[in-house]
């Protein structure tokens, strides 16, 4: 009934029979059928006010709005101050509260939730915990994957997935959780068990406008947390440091750092190593110290590992387990992935898509190369432009050859933005400009000698590219295995 859907909604004013029988939520009105429950909102491009009439006339029951309604008497109306919560709320009741029967994990962070989330759900699975996945790359739903359309979709798509895993037998589920996501309700009634706070660097400043109120965002997740729950944080980050000043009283915390944080945290890599084949190193736990030998490259995914084996230790699996289950870990699409073409230049794919990030990629590998590190990377279009010369200037001081190159161009002019990262670099002298992705591509590969590496940086596991004019077959792992492969012909 609608009173059970609208509970403990706060409602501003409501009109109508509220025992009546509700077939389904939606949010879409052209996806409402006769005996639906319509929630809609003021969004930042279009006002969904505007399309109650289409919802009513295609049979919804009863409409929650943040304005007033004087339409149909016949209709059941409620008013809110957030339509997005609301929807949240409905759609948690109406799939039954699938949250409350899984034990959920959310992780949050500039750069790294899908490679953590990813290790976290492997593990799981081979402690025999069935789990679901929610993340940028993919959703997992018991056996069945799904290609994600977004980090964190919206609410009523991710209580749907929940209730679906629920009725897989899934115990737990690992979750990331996007900034846009925070602020807009899309993990409103949700209850996590364990949240993970991976780092903090700039990004999406075109939605939150300032550094502080995408802090702010991500600190939501923390802020929620219920008693008994775990906060796994990152505590080589300051805002890491933050977070933990403002925990709820009755959340466990429990640290993790790579021993450059003058914080003493719980996790703690010591002596590590990096090789052309993986990453080693040894963790101490409050249980004792262990070897970690896992399949990834880079220093930063170091972090990544940590805070896995962090949320890993809220399940109660041992060091002997992990020391065991790690060096199988599986590669994640996208995420600094090698193009496996027998050449003599070694060809990674990565989503490095903040100033940071290239950082931290190119930085890694820097030890790893024999000869010339290079990099192809563009921008994305209508997002974070205040980005652009920061990744510029990243790519030219720490890798030998830069080609600038189109990503996501969207509704943007792919020069204009080429022409912004070019600002940020117009003293150096080791970048060059190819607005076709495919000929960037291509030109790296064709001019690799033995003992490089190069780096497709942006778009990782992305199948498409979106200009003005659409979206695009395209891969850059596809694309650079065809020159690869035509190369050593």
Known sequence: MLCDIIQDMELLEKRGDFSIEIQQVRYQSSDVQPGDLFCTWQG??????????????????????????EGSSEVAWARVV???????QASSNYFGRPSSRLRMVGITGTNGKTST??????????????????GTVEYRIGEKKI????????????????????KENCVATVMEVSSHALALDRVEGI?????????????????????????????????????GAVAV??????????????MPQNVRTLTYTKSVSPYKADIQAEDIHYTAEGTSFNCRTAEGVFNVQVPWLGEFNVSNILAALATAKTFGITNEQLALWLPQAPPVLGRLQRIEHGGECQVLVDYAHTDDAVKNIL?????????RLKIVIGCGGDRDSSKRPLMAQAACEYADEVIFTSDNPRSEDP???????????????????????EEAIQNCIKSGQAGDIIVLAGKGHESTQETKEGKFPFSDYNVALRYLTEKSV
């Not at 029951?61 to 304005?67: S, V």
């Not at 944080?233 to 890491?240: A, E, I, K, P, Y």
């Not at 930085?363 to 000869?371: A, D």
């Open 44 to 69: 930042e491009n279009s006002d969904g006010h505007d399309y109650i009439d289409d919802a009513v006339k295609r049979g919804a029951r009863a409409i929650i709005t943040e304005k007033n309604y």
């Open 82 to 88: 957030s339509g997005r919560k609301a929807l949240a």
């Open 117 to 134: 989330a990813t290790l976290i759900h492997y593990i799981l699975e081979c402690a025999g915990l069935k789990s679901g996945l929610l």
């Open 147 to 166: 290609a994600a359309s977004r980090t964190t979709p919206e609410s009523w798509d991710c209580q749907k997935m929940l209730a679906e895993m629920v």
């Open 191 to 227: 209850t996590f068990a364990v949240g993970v706070f991976t780092n903090l660097t700039q990004d999406h400043l075109d939605f939150h406008k300032t550094m502080e109120a995408y802090f702010l965002a991500k600190q939501k997740l923390f802020l929620g947390l219920k008693a």
């Open 233 to 246: 944080v990152n505590v080589d980050d300051v805002h890491g440091q933050r977070l933990l000043e403002s």
């Open 363 to 371: 930085t890694s590998l820097r030890p790893l190369c024999n000869n």
């Open 415 to 437: 020069e204009a933005i080429l022409q912004q990262m070019i600002k940020g670099v117009s003293h150096q002298k080791n970048f060059k400009v190819i607005i076709s992705r």
